[in-house]
Every structure is written in structure tokens, then in C-alpha cells.
């Protein structure tokens, strides 16, 4: 999901 | 993961080695700033409030905890270790926290993807991170002798906050879709931070003396 997507930096 | 990701994560690391290493083998934090340590174990509290419930990769979930241990071991380190806290410049450390904590915090209230509070302490963290550095860099700006490691050290995270707007560049033509304005503001904001920094650090590495901010 684009929320999954918008955390997958640190 | 791109080249210039990965790259900006070990840059980033580095940076916090570096200030472990000065910490640790010579048991000084002078030149460091105590507020700006404070707010980056903040930042990594709120950003990685989701640690054991959202599992992007175990390379994320590693460098999550890495960041968290050692943000806090420094702050412990400046605060109750004795000969490490009678290197801190405390009296030249004077930037008030509240200038920057409460405009971030009202800014991701504002301005964020969603209003639930893990997603706002995740915006808000955003935000923090891009202006954490300012008290690191009023003290700089004061103290004259800066020495080598504190200089690599805000070097090193200049140099990961550049390397990241690379990233989300790359990422922009590479994946489709790929937009973040918060993350990229915020990011874009953090780097021009440094900018005057960068400008006197490389010109003292050219001419091999030593770096001295102007007032």
C-alpha cells in the first residue's frame, strides 16, 4: 500500500 | 535500495561512529552539542514508533535499532558519564528546545498524510530531523577550535542528508509514482542547512588549516 510504501526509508 | 541510499544510510553511520569513537577513546564531547544529540534520539523515537509492527526488511529493522542504541548511548554518555559530561560546553550551549520542538509539532499536525498519531510523531520526526542540527551549528559557529572529529562528524551528516536528496531523485525516475513532498521539503530544507557549513569546511580542507566558522 502506498502508506507500506512511504515508511520503507529510515 | 539504490546505490546512493545505501550509500547516504553508511554515511550516516559513519557520522555516528565517528562521534562514539570521540566519545568513547577520548572521553570528550567538547563541541558537541547536548540539545541537538537530544533531539536526534527524539527523532528516532517518534520515526520508528513502528518497529515491531511494520516489517519493511531486516536491514531497515537492524539500522532502526542501531540508530535508536546509539542516539540514546550518546545522549547517556553526555549526560552521566562523568568525565565525558565535564567536556560539554554547556554554557555555550544555549539553544532552547522549545524553538524548534513546538513548530514541528504544530507544523505535523497541520501538514501530514494522515491524522492518526503514529503518523503524526512520523511527520513530526520529518520535521525535526531537518532542523535538529541548528543548535549543533550555533555551537560550532562559537567554539574556536573546532577539532577534526566534531568537524567529519557534521560533515558526515551533511554529506548523508546530500546523498539522500540523490536517492529520492534517482527514485523519481526509476519508480513510477514516486512522490513524497513532505519527505523531500523536509529533506531539502535539512541540506540547505549545511550549505554554509559545507562552503568553509571544504575551504579549510583546501588550504589545510584548521576550520574556524566565522561569527
Not at chain 2, 79 to 101: E, G, L, P
Not at chain 2, 146 to 166: C, E, K
Request: with cysteine; charged share 20%; glycine share 4%.
Amino acid at each position: 500500500s502506498p502508506e507500506e510504501k512511504r515508511h520503507d526509508e529510515l | 535500495m539504490n546505490v546512493f541510499r545505501l550509500a547516504g544510510d553508511m554515511t550516516h553511520l559513519s557520522s555516528i561512529l565517528v562521534l562514539l569513537l570521540k566519545i568513547h577513546t577520548i572521553k570528550s564531547c567538547a563541541g558537541i552539542s547536548l540539545k541537538t544529540q537530544e533531539l536526534y534520539a527524539l527523532v528516532f523515537i517518534t520515526r520508528y514508533l513502528d518497529i515491531f509492527d511494520r516489517f519493511t526488511s531486516i536491514y531497515n529493522f537492524l539500522m532502526k535499532l542501531i540508530f535508536l542504541g546509539s542516539s540514546l548511548s550518546i545522549v547517556w554518555y553526555m549526560r552521566r558519564h562523568k568525565a565525558v559530561h565535564r567536556s560539554y560546553d554547556k554554557d555555550q550551549d544555549t539553544f532552547r528546545y522549545q524553538f524548534i520542538v513546538l513548530p514541528c509539532l504544530l507544523l505535523a499536525l497541520v501538514i501530514n498524510h494522515k491524522l492518526t498519531f503514529k503518523e503524526v510523531m512520523w511527520t513530526f520526526s520529518l520535521y525535526l530531523e531537518a532542523v535538529a542540527i541548528l543548535p549543533q551549528l550555533v555551537l560550532l559557529q562559537r567554539t574556536r577550535n573546532i577539532d577534526n572529529l566534531t568537524g567529519q562528524y557534521v560533515f558526515l551528516l551533511g554529506a548523508y542528508r546530500a546523498l539522500y536528496l540523490l536517492n529520492w531523485v534517482y527514485r523519481y525516475f526509476t519508480e513510477p509514482g514516486f512522490v513524497r513532498w513532505i519527505t523531500w521539503i523536509a529533506g531539502l530544507v535539512q541540506t540547505l542547512l549545511y550549505a554554509d557549513f559545507f562552503y568553509y569546511y571544504i575551504l579549510s580542507w583546501k588550504n589545510n588549516v584548521k576550520l574556524e566558522l566565522p561569527a
